[in-house]
């Protein structure tokens, strides 16, 4: 049984740091994709970051140049290093996997950007 395991994120000031990581059980082939996705009150989800599993990575407009993605495909686990948070970064944050063309969703952790 696939399980994916979510740790980090709280509360922080604007201007601060936070580091989510998400970890998976259960998988035993190559994970093609490992993302994270955000959803405010009243919004859809939308995708922050992505990282394939060659390397290459993606990300919203909005986070880049402040946000980093990584992997450990050793640990099949994705970090996502949010720097210089912004009120508007505040939402649930759902890390996905995609191995052999199915999607697995981390539990989701509350990420609170306020002073």
């Known amino acids: 049984q696939v399980q994916l395991v979510q740790s980090g994120g709280g509360f922080v000031q604007p201007g601060g740091s936070l580091r989510l990581s998400c970890a998976a059980s259960g998988i035993i082939f190559s994970i093609n994709f490992m993302g994270w996705y955000r959803q405010a009150p009243g919004k859809e989800r939308e995708l922050v970051a992505g990282i394939f599993i060659g390397g290459n990575t993606n990300f919203a407009d909005s986070v880049k140049g402040r946000f980093t993605i990584s992997r450990d495909n050793a640990k099949n686990t994705v970090y996502l290093q949010m720097n210089s948070l912004k009120p508007e970064d505040t939402a649930v944050y759902y890390c996905?996997?995609?191995?052999?063309?199915?999607?697995?969703w981390g539990q989701g952790t509350q990420v609170t950007v306020s002073l």
């Open positions: 996905k996997f995609v191995t052999r063309g199915r999607n697995y």
